[in-house]
């Protein structure tokens, strides 16, 4: 069979169809939806965005718009059914031993447990692990705050001497000093004492016969990384700890067999799918540099950052499409983390939700059935490309810094994620990254889950912080919402304004129907911010009258939905529509509102 390019036909139902077909017909969706392009060949960008970094990702892939694109599928992929890796979160160690036999009896087939001085702490860790089959279930831990990379380490292989067997093959002692210096701003980076950690955990690792370090991508993600600057970091610290294996004189092999790769998955299907493809690309480039194997092993972990506290259960929605990403993405462990994680310590349906996601995506959708589904796919081989190119070019740039402790030191590391950190909270600001839930289809009157407050909260960056933090603190004064004429008139705004007041914790109440100014006047019940809805005729009309009789009223704030057209905005305080910054327009609409409520 020839090879299909732009040009031949897809002979399908329709007959046969070319790429100038296809422009024409998305031409005639966009200006159904008054979007009409200029010409037909321009729908390609309309239709195509970029990730948070600007890494195109197209609209549709074709051979001819991906030519020389495509990457070699032979890297090393996993083959069949990933890893369910299960987080324990409980800090006592019996319900942590209750909640990992719970984990491993119904459908997960490795433990990731972090230690930390106000949670499970080492010396708690055989206790928690008592009733695991050390030899037969593969164990993870992590040093989170107050333990030191060396007492987690150590705490694991004590309880793996202690149990009868070898270790089950996946069992890694998680050490990331340099990831720990990262999350401490630079406070215990010191080389000589990374090195020494470094080659005492290698020694532990080789003498049980386990892998020894975590390269943890998802400090990046965590502090506001883009998925280039987390693939780029990643391959920093990768080569950070080859060098320093090597240098304690491990032959490179030996080096790479100590190492497993932790990446972030979001929502974002493509961006996570590409992301985790174009890390084996990555990372087998570095081992042709220098002269080892190529092989990687990819523990895929769903995004803390995007979940969200208020209407936890889309939680559920976004960790599915990002575990499914990384299915086939190639991870070869996912954690599908729990939707309630944001409120407090997750309970055990919160975990079995979680553990679900992988059963169902292995066992009834068959995700794992297929090795890199998504290879010789023109789109995502081209986004696959792109990402890597944009990845190379980041860790290149932190190596001319003087590796990442180098780029640590001179703050070039964390201060471009903060850029890319601050680029996505103006996008969902502006409503251009809708958080379903929180900035965008609230639900004001829900009641949330109670589950236990963390003993020390999670440091992570939650993309929904800013409306979070206004829900926090709902206020206590309506806004009066002045719709003008009749529902199909001015339903459109105000249902705008409905949804975006309700996302900023600002209750509304609404007009209704109305006939003219006085019912406006009649139907104000004393609040002392005003939105006036409507159509642009309707402001033509009667739009100037109904801004004086609110005034006349009492009115002390008048805002208008939309953009004000020239009669009107000298005589409104304020306006919002969309593309606005929305979290900058609710503050200062907070700001208008009394601290008590305001009746008539």
Do not use: C
């Amino acid at each position: 069979m020839s090879e299909l390019n732009d040009q031949s036909p897809l002979r399908l139902a329709a007959g046969d169809v070319d790429a100038h077909d296809w422009e024409q017909a998305a031409a005639a969706v966009l200006t159904r939806l008054k979007r009409a392009p200029e010409r037909p060949a321009d729908v390609w960008p309309a239709l195509s965005r970029s990730t948070i970094e600007g890494v195109p990702i197209p609209a549709l892939g074709t051979a001819q718009r991906s030519a020389g694109r495509v990457l070699p599928v032979e890297l090393p992929v996993r083959d069949g059914a990933w890893d369910v890796r299960a987080a324990v979160f409980d800090a006592d160690p019996a319900a942590a031993a209750g909640a990992a036999l719970d984990e491993l009896e119904n459908g997960a087939t490795s433990l990731w447990l972090t230690l930390s001085e106000s949670g499970l702490t080492p010396d708690a860790l055989p206790a928690a692990l008592a009733p695991v089959r050390l030899d037969w279930a593969p164990v993870v831990v992590g040093a989170g705050p107050g333990v030191s990379e060396r007492a987690g380490a150590h705490a694991l292989a004590a309880a793996l001497r202690a149990a009868a067997g070898p270790a089950a093959v996946g069992t890694n002692l998680g050490a990331d000093p340099v990831g720990r210096a990262v999350r401490a701003s630079g406070e215990g980076g010191e080389p000589d004492e990374i090195a020494a950690v470094i080659a005492e955990i290698a020694g532990l690792a080789t003498d049980l016969e386990v892998l020894g370090f975590v390269v943890d991508g998802t400090v990046a993600h965590d502090h506001g990384a883009g998925e280039a600057a987390e693939l780029g970091y990643a391959m920093a610290a990768g080569v950070h700890l080859l060098r320093a294996l090597t240098a304690h004189g491990l032959d490179l092999a030996a080096a790479l067999r100590l190492l497993e790769f932790r990446l972030a998955v979001t929502d974002d299907q493509f961006a996570s799918i590409a992301k985790l493809r174009a890390a084996r690309v990555l990372w087998a480039r570095v081992a042709q540099l220098v002269g080892a194997p190529a092989g990687m092993r990819i523990h895929a972990v769903t995004s803390r950052p995007m979940t969200t506290r208020y209407d936890p259960w889309v939680n559920l929605l976004r960790t599915t499409v990002a575990a499914f990403a990384a299915g086939v993405g190639g991870a070869d462990a996912i954690t599908a983390l729990p939707f309630d994680l944001r409120l407090g310590v997750p309970d055990a349906f919160g975990r079995r939700l979680a553990r679900n996601i992988g059963a169902l995506l292995i066992e009834e959708s068959h995700v794992a059935a297929v090795t890199d589904p998504a290879a010789g796919a023109y789109a995502v081989e081209a986004l696959t490309a792109d990402l890597a190119d944009a990845s190379w070019a980041r860790f290149q740039a932190i190596e001319r810094a003087g590796g990442v402790l180098g780029a640590l030191t001179d703050g070039s590391l964390t201060g471009g994620w903060a850029q890319t950190a601050a680029r996505r909270r103006e996008r969902i600001a502006r409503r251009r990254l809708p958080i379903t839930g929180v900035s965008e289809f609230p639900n004001p009157g829900e009641a949330l889950p109670v589950r236990p407050p963390w003993p020390a909260p999670p440091e992570t960056q939650a993309w929904a912080a800013d409306f979070e933090q206004l829900r926090d603190a709902p206020a206590h004064t309506p806004v009066f919402l002045a719709t003008l004429g009749p529902v199909a008139e001015h339903a459109a705004r105000a249902g705008f304004v409905t949804n975006l007041l309700a996302a900023g914790g600002v209750p509304v109440r609404s007009a209704g129907r109305t006939q003219g100014p006085a019912d406006l006047a009649a139907a104000w019940q004393g609040e002392p911010v005003v939105v006036v809805a409507g159509a642009d005729p309707t402001y033509a009309v009667w739009g100037a009258d109904a801004v004086a009789a609110l005034r006349a009223a009492g009115a002390r704030t008048v805002i208008l939905a939309g953009a004000p057209p020239a009669e009107l905005a000298s005589l409104v305080d304020d306006h919002v529509a969309a593309g606005q910054d929305a979290i900058d327009f609710l503050r200062r609409l907070r700001a208008a509102l009394p601290t008590e409520v305001v009746a008539r």
